[in-house]
């Protein structure tokens, strides 16, 4: 049976009606969300707010349990992708794995478009390369997509092991499936038929191993404006990322977001920035990436709470012939 807002502890009829008011109307709305925002949308104490939140994530049903042994032999599978740096590559365990979503943050700028295409090149390449010899999905929701910039990289690639089979920029665009999304609920299905275009790949000889989505929550922020529909749109949200990582278990896949800041004027100190869809995102992705400008061609890269690697930064260039140290 569906459970109520008013099950849960801490709820009351007068609390679950603020609640809904709110947008939060289901159980599940109310486990993802965080308590600063629970506590400014439903005017209650930031304690008792995580308290109904605990409650929620152990009334809904957040998906089943496998055996660590079982975890093992899906990590066994983890390919990486060369980013064409050997810094960033280092930085990043030895580059993009698969079975992760890997979420480049930064300003306008930065470079995020160009990671999310050199790296739709390098994934093709043979593992020799740093590939994985996979085909690429992207969705594009701001018209950045070029595929002479594509070309550009191609031939910009270091020397190949077979000099006797050069490398034609044709036939790496024809490994790449792009569709642009016009809004946040077209961008939801895209992820979904994603999905299936990825599993009739699967039987080619050139498997989905990447999948991008450039600019994740530019829609999002676009669509979603005030504080009445902040909780619709981090459901949303989180259901879109819940695809993506699924993506990335069923493909044995990278999937590539990128993300923008958004000024945060009460930092006075540090970096006055910080990315859009906040903890959402940030619990969802498996790396997270920093990513800013520097003098010229320069690009500084920053890993922050990743599950396994050391918190750190790698200096690496985006030139004409694209990303390298
Ligand atoms: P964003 O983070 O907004 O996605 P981009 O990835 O689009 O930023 O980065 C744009 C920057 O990338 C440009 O300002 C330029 O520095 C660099 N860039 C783009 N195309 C080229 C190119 N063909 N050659 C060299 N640098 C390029
Ligand atoms: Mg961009």
Redesign the pocket.
Known sequence: AEVLLEDLSGVGPATAEKLREAGFASVEALAVASPAQLAACADVGESTAAKIIASARAAADIGGFETGDMVMERRKLVGKVTTGSETFDALMGGGFETQAIVE?Y????????????QVAVNVQLPAEEGGLNGSVIIIDT?N?F?PE?IA?MVEGLPPSGEPEKPREPEEFLRNIHVARAYNSNHQILLAESALDLAEKMKKSGKPARLLIV??LTAHFRAEYVGRGTLADRQQKLNKHLHTLMRFADLNNAVVLV?NQVMAKPDAFFGDPTKPVGGHIVGHTATFRIY?R?SKG?KRIARLIDSPNLPDGEAVFA????GLMD
């Open positions: 480049v930064g300003e306008f700028g930065s470079g995020k478009t160009q990671v999310a295409h701001e950045t070029r910039r550009q450039d600019s990128t990513l400008k061609e985006v030139t004409s012939a």
